[in-house]
Nanobody
Framework: QVQLVESGGGLVQTGGSLRLSCAASGRTFSRNAMGWFRQAPGKEREFVARVTWSSGSTYYGDSVKGRFTISRDKAKNTVYLQMNSLKPEDTAVYYC?????????????WGQGTQVTVSS
């Protein structure tokens, strides 16, 4: 069994920063990448960022480019999402994802989610 455990969510004012963490544990599994998605009330789940596990290459959704930074610590089996210049529209539940294939849709495992609320 693979567990992805997120932490670091919370309430922050507009313009503030938060850092999310996602630690992977359990059985060893082959991962191509780790990433973050988010889902706001009444909206579909949205891609936020992805980091290729081996090379560290990063990809971002258009709405967060220039404000969010994804990184990974291979030794700690952990992926991070540094979120700066937060806006009310960033309010959502943020989910960690482990990609088990090379496709951008090949998410094999999900975390339970962590709430991020940005007040105006």
């Amino acid at each position: 069994q693979v567990q992805l455990v997120e932490s670091g969510g919370g309430l922050v004012q507009t313009g503030g920063s938060l850092r999310l963490s996602c630690a992977a544990s359990g059985r060893t599994f082959s991962r191509n990448a780790m990433g973050w998605f988010r889902q706001a009330p009444g909206k579909e789940r949205e891609f936020v960022a992805r980091v290729t596990w081996s090379s560290g290459s990063t990809y971002y959704g258009d709405s967060v480019k220039g404000r969010f930074t994804i990184s990974r610590d291979k030794a700690k089996n952990t992926v991070y999402l540094q979120m700066n210049s937060l806006k009310p529209e960033d309010t959502a539940v943020y989910y960690c994802a482990a990609y088990t294939g090379t496709s951008s849709t090949s998410v094999g495992y999900w975390g339970q989610g962590t709430q991020v609320t940005v007040s105006s």
